[in-house]
């Protein structure tokens, strides 16, 4: 029995690859179903409109990066709880925390076409421009300062300013992320995923108090 058609997925997936490709106000909802290949007509039954469809991607981003990072692994609970995970976490394992972020935002089908259509789109579209600096300028920033505030005020890291401390540390994984764009081949992607392992290395090496490449005993 063939199964039964989510034509309402489809759209999501079709509209998602047509912004990041085209830029959202270049599409229009006939683009859209023809790339489903309905009518379009058939998209109104479960939009009501194009930015009902940004909104639903949006929500959708937000439920598969929380997704991702539980399994990628990434310490969860209040801040106190995490600053207390990262401070015995061996820097090696901080390293594979850090690639597998890395390669989600360049390897998810998902998350990395959301990220180009915010790229593209920033610079047309006030809303996405604002979109795009929530994802990943103003939230990664200002989360990473509260932690590293916390990891300093806690001891496990040297007295330096968190604010600076996030820009050292998220600057350069950003730049690696959108420089995977343009990687020709499997090799390239490869070797700036070592890039960003060796960054997240050197900076906790650099900043922790106590840097501990075995971990606890």
């Not at 997936?13 to 085209?22: E, V």
């Amino acid at each position: 029995m063939t199964p039964r058609r989510n034509t309402k997925e489809d759209i999501l997936q079709a509209s998602l690859r047509l912004f990041a490709r085209a830029g959202f106000e270049a599409t229009g909802m006939r683009e859209i179903a023809a790339a489903v290949g309905i009518q379009p007509a058939s998209v109104y039954k479960h939009f009501a409109c194009k930015q009902a469809i940004l909104d639903a991607l949006v929500r959708r981003m937000d439920e598969r990066y929380e997704l991702a990072s539980a399994a990628i692994g990434l310490p969860e609970g209040s801040v106190d709880e995490q600053v207390r995970d990262y401070a015995v976490t061996p820097v090696a394992q901080m390293a594979d925390l850090g690639e597998g972020m890395f390669r989600y935002w360049t390897e998810d089908e998902f998350a990395t076409l959301f990220r180009q259509m915010l790229t593209v789109e920033q610079y047309r579209t006030p809303e996405l421009g604002a979109l795009y600096r929530r994802y990943f300028i103003e939230a990664p920033l200002a989360w990473q300062e509260t932690l590293f505030a916390s990891m300093v005020e806690s001891g496990a890291f040297v007295r330096d300013d968190p604010k600076m401390l996030a820009l050292e540390f998220f600057a350069p994984l950003m730049m690696l992320i959108q420089a995977a764009d343009g990687a020709t081949d499997a090799a390239a992607r490869e070797r700036l995923v070592d890039l960003a392992r060796q960054h997240v290395i050197r900076f906790g090496e650099r900043h922790a108090c106590a840097p501990n490449a075995e971990g606890p005993e």
